[in-house]
């Protein structure tokens, strides 16, 4: 339910910058109207147990948003989809020769966000919204004189919330680059994590 109410917010989003498209910008419009843009940048998650584990790694991925400029203020929506590099593998955890190894899946964001501008070509901006994190974890135990092999797959879906900040920055009319620092909570789930997430991010866009 919850991945529909994002692809809902996406479509609604471009559905509202369609008619912008047809618009030519003024230079009180630097910052309005869809845009799309790739991402990458340190991702950074902490699933706050008993064990405190913590793992680095790269998120990458892509986003699409509009927004709508009055004078100096920005305001829009925005929807991301992007994925990460963050592995973590264990061996001997419940079994001599087992082999355990959680990884970071998707991660699905749909906000909104609120920005002034610095100077002509640079917007400051802080963002919030929702996000769906999934973690993926694979087992393999191998076959004793007691226990058969035992190999499974599990995908975790965390609900959480996002806050951000950043700036972005005009190259050219239509071109722009950006720069973000986000924190994502997830909050307590049944398995006795509390899962948070730093990241860091730079993006490349083009502005329709």
């Given at each position: 339910?919850?991945?529909k109410l994002?692809i809902?917010?996406l479509?609604?989003s471009?559905?509202l910058?369609a008619?912008a498209?047809a618009?030519?910008q003024?230079?009180?419009q630097?910052?309005a109207?869809?845009?799309?843009?790739?991402?990458?940048?340190?991702?950074?998650?902490?699933d706050?147990?008993?064990?405190?584990?913590?793992k680095?790694?790269?998120t990458?991925g892509?986003?699409?948003?509009y927004?709508?400029?009055?004078?100096?203020t920005v305001?829009?929506?925005?929807?991301?989809v992007?994925g990460?590099s963050?592995?973590?593998?264990s061996?001997?955890?419940?079994?001599?020769g087992?082999?355990?190894?959680?990884?970071?899946g998707?991660?699905?964001?749909?906000?909104?966000?609120?920005g002034f501008?610095?100077?002509?070509?640079t917007?400051?901006y802080?963002?919030?919204?929702?996000?769906n994190?999934?973690?993926i974890?694979?087992?393999?135990?191998?076959?004793?004189?007691?226990?058969?092999?035992?190999?499974f797959?599990?995908r975790?879906n965390?609900?959480?919330?996002?806050l951000?900040?950043?700036a972005?920055?005009?190259?050219?009319?239509k071109?722009f680059?950006?720069a973000?620092y986000?924190?994502?909570?997830?909050?307590?789930?049944?398995n006795?994590?509390?899962?948070?997430r730093?990241q860091?991010?730079?993006?490349?866009?083009v502005r329709f």
């Amino acid at each position: 339910m919850r991945t529909k109410l994002f692809i809902a917010a996406l479509i609604a989003s471009s559905a509202l910058a369609a008619p912008a498209l047809a618009q030519s910008q003024g230079p009180d419009q630097a910052f309005a109207g869809s845009h799309a843009e790739i991402i990458t940048g340190w991702d950074h998650v902490n699933d706050k147990s008993s064990y405190d584990a913590s793992k680095d790694g790269v998120t990458y991925g892509g986003n699409i948003g509009y927004d709508i400029q009055r004078g100096s203020t920005v305001f829009g929506v925005e929807g991301e989809v992007t994925g990460s590099s963050i592995s973590d593998r264990s061996s001997n955890v419940l079994t001599a020769g087992d082999r355990l190894r959680v990884k970071a899946g998707r991660d699905l964001y749909v906000g909104g966000r609120l920005g002034f501008l610095a100077t002509p070509r640079t917007l400051i901006y802080a963002k919030a919204g929702y996000t769906n994190a999934q973690f993926i974890t694979d087992y393999d135990s191998p076959a004793t004189a007691t226990a058969s092999a035992l190999s499974f797959r599990q995908r975790d879906n965390y609900d959480g919330w996002r806050l951000g900040a950043g700036a972005e920055f005009k190259l050219t009319d239509k071109v722009f680059a950006k720069a973000e620092y986000r924190y994502s909570n997830y909050g307590s789930q049944n398995n006795g994590v509390d899962p948070e997430r730093h990241q860091i991010i730079t993006g490349l866009g083009v502005r329709f």
